[in-house]
Structures are given as C-alpha cells and as structure tokens.
C-alpha cells in the first residue's frame, strides 16, 4: 500500500481530487488531499496573513501529525510550490514527487514570476475585484476545463490570497534529491505556461508525461492521471 499526498493548485480545494482519489483508494491505498487555508471549505480562514509559508505548513503538518512517510506527493498548479517547499523540508519521507501541470519555482522566485506578464493581470484583477490582496479565480473556461465540469469549477473555486503566488521560493535544494521526480504535463490548452517546466524536467531527465487535456487534469482525464501514478510512482 502506498500513501498519495495530493495537493491543489490556486482557487481550489480537496473537492478537485474526490475521482482520482476515489480510484487510487479503490486499489488499495491511502490517499491524503488537504484543503489549502482560505481555499475551498476553509474558505472562512482566508485573511491578509495566509501566505505560502502557511501553506507549506498545511501539508508538513500533515505528513508530521499522520506520520507518513515513503510517500507519494503530487502538486498541482500553484500545488507545485507547496510540495516543492515540503519534499525540500520533509526530503526523507517522500519516495516519489510530481508535479502535474505545475509551477517549479527556483530560489528566490515566485510563482508570478513565470507568467508570460509577471503577474501583472493578476495583480490587477486583485486592486479590482478582492481589496487589493485576494486574486479571483480564473474562469474554468481559459483554463479548457470539459465544459460538463465548467460551471461547477467557477462555483467551487474561491479567492486566492496574493501573497501566496507573490512569495520567493526558499529552498535548499533537496527537493530535487527525491528518489523519483516526474512532470506530467497537461497539453490541451492554449496559453499554458507550464511547457517550460514540462523542458526542464526533460533537462533534468525526470520522468515525463502528457495528458491531452485542460489544465485540470484531475477532472479532465481521471483514468488517464491515476494510472500513470500507480504506473510511475
């Protein structure tokens, strides 16, 4: 049996992992998918004070009070940043990472940092629509998300705080020291910023993977993304 730690990306929550998990618990093992402070039903948590420092310690905390070790961690999206900071702080008690159409953060980067404008839409959008530190979601649409799951993802998905995505990366350098690193790649969308990452991975010759769909591989190709954890990690 192994033990899958799943964590989401911006504006979601554990709601977005309930059919991958739903399989992966079919076959036997124990899958972990923590909602993020402020996010998703613990939204009435979210304040100026949840950063990505807060995140991070969502998800050690998890592996610390659970004592789970020789795990599986998967991030998503912004999810990358978070497990990328927990494999970098908890090294020796993760087997495999992933990152599923993820932001990699380096040292002294955020994950604004890799948008095509820096963040600066983003940032907008926060001074506009959430007093200047929440960032409002984007719509499912932009993101190619089935059009049968669209309007339930914009009504599930709630403000991110603007510090998280602001944040630098603080790492050390062990999370690239992890037994088993792999880069799932999500191609079916226009406007991914994630090719980058998807080249560095080949660069630094991790396993790689492609799902020809939206950015949501999770609800977009269930079968397909729980196989190929079962089958590469």
């Given amino acids: 049996m192994t033990d899958y730690v799943l964590v989401h990306g911006a504006w979601h929550g554990s709601w977005c992992w309930k059919r991958v998990r ?48 020789d795990i599986v961690l998967v991030g998503h999206s912004y999810g990358g940043a978070v497990v990328r900071h927990v494999a970098d702080q908890l090294t020796d008690r993760v087997h495999s990472l992933v990152y599923l159409d993820a932001f990699v953060p380096e040292d002294g980067k955020s994950v604004l940092m890799y948008l095509p404008d820096s963040g600066k839409a983003v940032r907008e959008l926060a001074r506009t629509q959430g007093d200047g530190w929440k960032a409002p979601p984007i719509p499912a649409s932009v993101l190619a998300i089935n059009e049968m799951d669209a309007a339930w993802v914009d009504g599930q998905c709630t403000m991110q705080p603007l510090a998280s995505l602001e944040a630098e990366a603080h790492l ?59 089958q590469r990690t």
């Fill in 172 to 230: 050390s350098g062990n999370c690239d020291t992890v037994a088993t690193i792999g880069y799932i790649l999500a191609s079916g969308w226009e406007g991914s910023p994630f090719l980058q990452f998807y080249e560095l991975a080949g660069e630094r010759r991790w396993w790689r993977a492609d799902l020809a769909c939206g950015h949501d591989a999770m609800l977009d190709a269930p079968d397909e993304l729980a196989a190929l954890l079962l």
């Fill in 22 to 69: 739903r399989m992966l618990t079919a076959k036997g093992h124990q899958v972990f998918t923590p909602t993020l402070t402020g996010l998703g039903e613990r939204v009435h948590l979210l304040s100026q004070d949840v950063s990505l420092d807060t995140h991070i310690a969502d998800v050690v905390n998890l592996l610390i009070w659970e004592d789970l070790r």
